[in-house]
């Protein structure tokens, strides 16, 4: 699976911005599509998964502001970041992995990493 990741930007405080993730190669169906970011020093963490069926899972810190979603015909996922702090500044990293799980992913537990798209958020 190849994934590339772009719609990153700069953005004031309370924008949006909408991330791709664009999938190639093996049946992409087979895979939960997950979004995990690195802030500057930080390890990367997970932000947001989604199974084929629609079925999402949101870090705590997203929850209500961010929207997964996924267009089968195109084999891209679509992050749409809302109300944007200047905490979710990082490098956002789209994967995917074989495991189906009800909660969180860990870095482990993707299969396939695309390359980041940065986004910064002002103050």
């Known amino acids: 699976v190849q994934l590339q990741a772009s719609g990153g930007g700069l953005v004031q405080a309370g924008g949006s911005l909408r991330l791709s993730c664009a999938a190639s190669?093996?049946?992409?169906?087979?895979?939960?599509m997950g979004w995990f970011r690195q802030a500057p020093g930080k390890e990367r963490e997970f932000v947001v998964s989604?199974?084929?069926?629609?079925?999402?899972n949101y870090a705590d810190s997203v929850k209500g502001r961010f929207i997964i979603s996924i267009d089968n015909t195109k084999n891209t996922v679509y992050l749409q970041m809302n109300t944007l702090k200047p905490e979710d500044t990082a490098v956002y990293y789209c994967g995917a992995s074989s495991r189906f799980y009800s909660g969180t992913y860990s870095l482990t537990d993707m299969d396939y990493w695309g390359k980041g798209t940065l986004v910064t958020v002002s103050s």
């Open positions: 989604i199974s084929w069926s629609g079925t999402a």
């Open positions: 190669g093996r049946t992409f169906n087979s895979y939960v």
